[in-house]
């Protein structure tokens, strides 16, 4: 009887108001101390102070499609900038008529990477599909061919420029970065020396001191009449550098991986190739995912610097559109436009190799 | 820094070997040969070489090099820009990446000779000033001890400043920003008292205050900035081409004849104007060009007066006078040497 009364009771009775809903939850998360509750009203403050100005500048204050005298009236963010100038920041030198080309390239090489993110697609026929689509990428940006007006490559710029340089930059610079960790763990000491040099050499010397000998001291040392393409220096400059620093975290991997697995391999009879290709890579390259991504995101965003060789990547097309007279001042909106564009790339780039680390775990 | 040294040290050694080996004659060979003329530019001065928002080359150098790609080919469009930055720009001209030089390059001796360099008739007169605000009420540069100062970094122009309160026993304070856009944003927010750069480069930022009337540029120029093409050394003719070119968009104008009528101008009985426009044969063939090479370049390019109020002139954002750079029959310093 007695025990019945007390569950009879127990289920009338409702939990506190201050424990559940709203007020619950915010007693639990924000003021469960006193120094949370501090920080949670100096956060508030500046939300408030912060939030409410900033839509109103980015928002109701701003123009999106007038000129820069109409922009510097209105007082907000001006928008317009962008929007006036977005084929020029985009497609930079590209003639005018034909910058759908890089446009299609563009998507082409979006497709391409969204089908190889994706592992269930990794046959033989992607591969068939790179092939084919660098070729079509290829023809559009360069032209020549099927009635496409050809294209000098100075005149590649902006964004089709920036994935140039980061796309081909990364895929060339892992493979090198993989087998130059190999090489400096090698003991044949004529390989493994040459690897320790290149690797400390390049790691020694900023990105800016690479792409610099590549524009300005090396066509000197060439032959008379023979000029090395400015793009490609630049993009042999990145790949060089990157891989230095891949190889240096695929060696970590490298060392992660326990002597027993490296013995287990040999006593199948495996031989060298056999075994890092099989067993030691796969391993070695899963842990260190997030370095690896990492070092590629720093890349990706380091391709910005050859504006200081004069390639007009994206950043350069938009500071060019800023000494505009009839632009200039706008710099915040613009340089906002291109963190947004260099955002999207790095997200993805990180919330993909967090999806590969989920799919790659074995519970090791 | 002390990379950047090193390298220019480097480049300026190479400079020397490579500069020797340079012939006379061939820079023409390999343009017509190649069947376009490569010119480096600056790409980030408007008013002088930077693309529209089409992707078009548009400003004073520009069109020079167009006049050279005109007298050349008789088109002024068989032209390809390439960009440099103010540390490529001289190594670029010596590893003959370029065929010209014309991005706003000050002719100084040392130019001249350790790097190797000729420089051409000059294209743009500018000097290094200071804009400064009404309000503060400074009439002359002698009151400026204590100013602090907005300036790019790198450039001669921070030197040139140094100089200038040093030689006048005043102190200052510089304030560095790297982009131009932003130079002018620290100036019209009260971060400095003075804005220094060259003079045409001031007109721009005036332009885009807020308030343009507010600040006067101060009656002192510091520097002398002679801007103008460059060539290499070792090849004459094509000094010749690159020096005469400039000259004929000066005598154009001189002679009163402009793109709109060139081809009246053809039946003009001046023997001045039949020997400059190739009626009378004779100027064209020994430059090693077409005799109707002045023709091709008034037609399409314009004379210097054209070309100046188009990229640089009143009716641009730029809005700067003719000044110093207008002809020297109307108290400036343009002046063509007789073509005969």
Not at chain 1, 161 to 180: D, M, N, Q, R
């Amino acid at each position: 009887m007695v025990d019945s009364s007390q569950s009879m009771q127990a289920e009338q009775l409702k939990p506190p108001i201050t424990r559940i809903g709203v007020i619950g939850w915010l007693r639990a998360n924000l003021f469960s101390s006193v120094f949370n509750s501090v920080l949670t009203i100096v956060t508030l403050y500046f939300l408030w102070k912060i939030v409410p100005a900033f839509v109103r500048w980015a928002f109701i204050d701003s123009s999106w499609d007038t000129t820069g005298a109409a922009c510097r009236a209105a007082g907000g963010a001006c928008w317009s900038i962008v929007t006036k100038n977005l084929r020029f920041i985009i497609f930079g030198f590209f003639p005018y008529e034909s910058q759908w080309r890089p446009l299609v390239a563009m998507i082409i090489l979006f497709i391409l990477l969204l089908l190889s993110s994706n592992r269930r697609f990794w046959k033989k026929s992607l591969g068939y599909a790179w092939l084919l689509g660098l070729f079509g990428m290829g023809l559009l940006l360069k032209g020549g061919l099927f009635g496409l007006s050809s294209v000098e490559s100075t005149k590649w710029s902006g964004l089709p420029l920036t994935l140039l340089l980061s796309v081909f930059g990364l895929t060339a610079a892992y493979p090198l970065g993989i087998a130059l960790a190999l090489g400096r763990q090698s003991r044949m000491p004529a390989i493994k020396s040459l690897c320790i040099v290149y690797i400390e050499t390049i790691r020694g010397v900023p990105l800016i001191s690479l792409l610099f000998m590549s524009s300005v001291m090396f066509p000197l040392f060439l032959p008379e009449g023979i000029t090395i393409n400015n793009i490609l220096r630049a993009q042999v400059a990145i790949i060089l550098f990157t891989a230095a620093y891949i190889a240096e975290v695929v060696r970590g991997g490298l060392q992660a991986i326990g002597r027993g697995q490296y013995e287990a391999a040999e006593s199948m009879g495996l031989n060298y190739y056999q075994k890092m290709r099989l067993i030691i890579l796969p391993q070695a390259l899963k842990i260190v995912i997030p370095p690896t991504v990492g070092i590629l995101i720093s890349a990706f965003k380091d391709t910005s610097l050859v504006v200081i060789i004069g390639l007009y990547d994206l950043l350069k097309t938009t500071q060019s559109t800023l000494s505009d007279p009839r632009w200039m001042g706008f710099s915040i909106e613009a340089y906002i436009f291109i963190a947004l564009i260099y955002f999207a790339g790095c997200f993805s780039m990180s919330s993909y190799s967090r999806r590969l680390e989920r799919e790659l775990y074995r519970g090791n | 820094m002390k990379f950047l040294k090193v390298c220019v040290v480097t480049v300026v050694v190479l400079v020397l070997v490579t500069a020797s080996l340079a012939m006379a004659g061939e820079t023409l060979d390999a343009v017509k040969k190649r069947g376009y003329l490569i010119a480096g530019v600056n790409g980030g001065v408007f008013g002088f070489s930077m693309p529209d928002d089409k992707g078009v080359w548009k400003g004073l150098d520009v069109d020079t090099a167009r006049a050279i790609a005109a007298a050349v080919f008789g088109d002024a469009d068989k032209i390809k820009y390439v960009p440099l930055t103010a540390v490529q720009r001289l190594p670029a001209l010596q590893a003959k990446e370029i065929d010209v030089l014309c991005r706003n390059t000050t002719q100084t001796l040392t130019r001249e000779t350790a790097n190797g360099l000729n420089f051409a008739h000059v294209n743009f007169y500018d000097g290094q000033g200071f804009l400064v605000s009404k309000k503060l009420g400074i009439k002359s540069a002698k009151e400026l001890d204590g100013a602090t100062v907005c300036v790019l970094p790198g450039t001669t122009t921070e030197l040139n400043v140094a100089d200038f309160f040093r030689a006048n026993n005043m102190k200052w304070k510089p304030v560095v920003i790297e982009q131009t856009a932003e130079l002018s944003k620290a100036f019209f927010a009260g971060r400095c008292d003075l804005l220094t750069s060259d003079i045409s480069q001031l007109a721009a930022h005036r332009a885009v205050a807020p308030n343009p009337a507010e600040y006067t540029l101060l009656p002192v120029v510091i520097s002398k900035e002679p801007l103008a093409p460059v060539v290499r050394h070792g090849d004459d003719q094509w000094y010749d081409i690159v020096n005469w070119t400039v000259m004929a968009l000066l005598q154009a104008e001189e002679l009163g004849i402009n793109s709109k009528n060139v081809h009246l101008k053809l039946k003009d009985e001046n023997p001045r104007v039949q020997r400059f426009l190739g009626v009378i044969p004779g100027l064209g063939k020994s430059l090693g060009l077409d005799d109707k090479w002045a023709y091709n370049i008034v037609k399409q390019v314009g004379n210097y007066s054209e070309i100046f109020e188009a990229n640089v002139g009143q009716n641009t954002a730029l809005g700067l006078p003719r000044g110093v750079n207008d002809q020297w029959y109307k108290g400036g310093l343009m002046y063509a040497a007789p073509f005969r």
